[in-house]
C-alpha cells in the first residue's frame, strides 16, 4: 500500500514538471516568432542565396539539413589581372658551367673538407690532453693521499711507542720504589 502512494506521488510530480517544461517550451516559441517578426520589419529585404563571396570563390548554401547545413564551394576561374599577380616566377635559366667554374668548387670543397678533418683532428688532441690532465691530476692527488695515510700512520705509531716507554717507564720506576721501600 506505501508503494501505490508513492508511485501515486511520483506521476504526480512527473506531470507537474511535464506541463511546467511544456509551458517554457510555448513561451520560448512564442519569443522567437516575435523576434523574427521584428527583425524582419528592420530588414525587409530577403537574403541572397550566396552566403559568402570571396575573390576567388563563392560559398552557396545547399539546403538545410536535420543534421546540419550543408554548403557549396565554387571556385572561380583566375582572371587575367590576378593572373599575372600570382603567376610564379620561373626559375632562372641555367648558365653554362665552364670547366673553370667546376675546379674552383671541386677546389673549394676540398678546402672544406681538409679543415673539417683539422678540426676534428685539433678537438681529439684537446680531449686527449684533457684526458691526460685529468689522469696526472687523479695519481698526483692518490700519491698525495698515501703520502699522507703513511705520514699519520708513522706519527701515530711513534706515539704509541713514546707511550708505551713512558708507561713502562713508570711501572718501572714503582716497582724500583716498591723494593727501594722493601729493602729499607
Do not use: W
Not at 94 to 111: G, P, T, V, Y
Amino acid at each position: 500500500m506505501a508503494k501505490t502512494a508513492i508511485d501515486k506521488d511520483a506521476s504526480v510530480f512527473n506531470e507537474l514538471t511535464l506541463r511546467c517544461i511544456l509551458t517554457a517550451y510555448k513561451e520560448k516559441m512564442k519569443e522567437l516568432s516575435v523576434i523574427s517578426l521584428i527583425c524582419s520589419c528592420f530588414y525587409p529585404e530577403t537574403r541572397k542565396k550566396l552566403v559568402c563571396e570571396f575573390e576567388d570563390m563563392e560559398v552557396k548554401p545547399i539546403n538545410k539539413r536535420a543534421s546540419g547545413q550543408a554548403f557549396e564551394v565554387i571556385l572561380k576561374t583566375p582572371s587575367p589581372v590576378s593572373d599575372a599577380a600570382h603567376s610564379l616566377a620561373s626559375p632562372p635559366k641555367k648558365r653554362d658551367i665552364s670547366l673553370e667554374d667546376i675546379q674552383k668548387k671541386l677546389d673549394a670543397a676540398e678546402d672544406r673538407r681538409r679543415s673539417q678533418e683539422a678540426e676534428l683532428l685539433r678537438a681529439l688532441q684537446e680531449r686527449r690532453e684533457h684526458e691526460r690532465d685529468v689522469l696526472l691530476r687523479a695519481l698526483e692527488e692518490n700519491s698525495n693521499f698515501s703520502k699522507m695515510a703513511e705520514e699519520k700512520l708513522q706519527f701515530k705509531m711513534e706515539q704509541i711507542r713514546e707511550n708505551r716507554e713512558a708507561y713502562l717507564t713508570s711501572i718501572m720506576e714503582r716497582q724500583q720504589e716498591k723494593v727501594d721501600v722493601g729493602v729499607r
